[in-house]
Nanobody, 127 residues
Framework: QEQLVESGGGLVQSGGSLRLSCAAS????????IGWFRQAPGKEREAVSC????????YYADSVKGRFTISRDKDKNTVYLQMNSLKSEDTAVYFC????????????????????WGQGTQVTVSS
């Protein structure tokens, strides 16, 4: 069964850091693009970052550039999102998702192009 499981969320003060993990089972991350999305109450789901081994693309939303870093551990079949200098505006449920579409440049921020989703992990930043 193909699954993604997020972990690492929690409560952190403004300016602090968290590292989210996205562990894949049933498929290898070498074959897919992994995107991180977030959704705050009353807002639409927002693309945060994406990494793809097949086409070599890495993307970040403007709101997180310079603060968040996406990476992957091939041996653990896990993708990470390191979040530094957190702000209250970063408070949301964070999801990871997988897609096997090619040329992610044109679709990385579109949730409908991702096939598998994790359950989400809550990130709360207090001010």
């Amino acid at each position: 069964q193909e699954q993604l499981v997020e972990s690492g969320g929690g409560l952190v003060q403004s300016g602090g850091s968290l590292r989210l993990s996205c562990a894949a089972s049933g498929f290898t991350l070498d074959d897919v693009a992994i995107g991180w999305f977030r959704q705050a109450p009353g807002k639409e789901r927002e693309a945060v970052s994406c990494t793809s081994s097949s086409d070599g693309n890495i993307y970040y939303a403007d709101s997180v550039k310079g603060r968040f870093t996406i990476s992957r551990d091939k041996d653990k079949n896990t993708v990470y999102l390191q979040m530094n200098s957190l702000k209250s505006e970063d408070t949301a449920v964070y999801f990871c998702a997988a897609s096997d579409y090619s040329d992610s440049r044109y679709w990385w921020s579109d949730p409908s192009l991702y096939d598998y989703w994790g359950q989400g992990t809550q990130v709360t930043v207090s001010s």
